[in-house]
């Protein structure tokens, strides 16, 4: 029999980290703010208006003139999976660049739609090389999707994307880009580099808590979207149902995440504020002060620099010291959170992100000098404040 349990004495008050892994990053306290507003029904006036709002932020934040820009409810993997099931039927060819563990969760999606997939791969750390996509596409023929991880976060790779779209559309595919970890901290064009869909999270470079995804649909992939033999597989995530609420606003879908909506508006202001180049240029900088620290203090950079992500670095660990201890040492000390590797990666790596507000002069200079203690705790020898040294350097010379 079930018997009601006394009230709970539970009070949830979570710690103040400092959220340098792979997302969720820092919120800014008026991000906070904004999601503490009044919840409003999703057929009010004011709703409607929030909407139409986002919808002109998020094309300039995609650089984008599509009608079809809108968001997602959900978190980024719910936006990666509106962008494949929309598009992927039972028995269409589907080219999956897959370079990390990102990547790869396209290439499972496009596999459970039915597709019919084959995938050009990249050793972790590097990208993939427009090339081979170019011979996969002309060997098979008649591919309809080719997807790629513009940031991929597993392995710290930024990947050419340009070149890979031209390769889709001279074989007539369309261009799926997961930008869930680099869109608003490194650049992203999607009209110039002629990007069919794109889609990004709110909890990376945003700054946004989790929950809400934007994703944008070329007029090619419109045609391709409403041009299917059968419906989409989620009923969900369906975009033609999904789109009825943004186009006609008091339609009915599912309950939008109304608080969220309100957060990510003002993360994207914070982001018109800054002026988005200029965001970009600061994160850049301050990803080559924090990597001048970590060459500094002798830990080698996964990834070569000409493919180097600035919002997530990898970092070698050396030989004999204890990754995860590392990153225990961190978090008990410092409340910094790091993350280890994946996959191949396991054990052998630490993950850095510099995303949104928790990308910082500030927090690349407490990183480095909690790094240097942890790692002489263990007895690996490090030069006393030789990161800090080169990454104040490399911040003043900026
Ligand atoms: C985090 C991440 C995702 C998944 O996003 P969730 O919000 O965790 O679902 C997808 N792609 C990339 C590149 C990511 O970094």
Redesign the pocket.
Known sequence: MYAAPAMTDFVFDPPQRILLG??PSDVPARVLSALARPTVGYMDRSYTDLLAALQVQLRGLFRTDNTETLTIT?????A?EAAIYNVVEAGDRVVCCVHGY?AD?MRQMAERCGGDVTVVSADWGKPVDADALKAELARRGGAKLVTV?????STGVRQPVADLSAAAHAHGALMCV?????LGGVEFAMDDWDVDIAYT?S??CLSVP?GI?PISFSPRAMDVVRGRKTPCASWFLDLLANLTVWERPNKYHHTGAVNLSYALHEGLRIIEEEGLGERIARVQRTAEAMWAGLEAMGLPLVVDAAHRLPT?TTVRVPDGVDEARVRAELMSGYGIEIAGGLGPFAGKVWRIGLMGASCSARNVLLLLTALEGALTEQGHGVSPRAGAAAASERLNAG
Do not use: C
């Not at 959900?74 to 719910?78: I, L, Q």
């Not at 997961?178 to 680099?182: E, G, H, L, Q, R």
């Open positions: 792979p997302g959900g978190p980024g993997t719910a990666m990102f969760r991880t513009h940031g991929e976060t997961d930008t869930v970890a680099s999270g909890q990376k989790p995804s997530l």
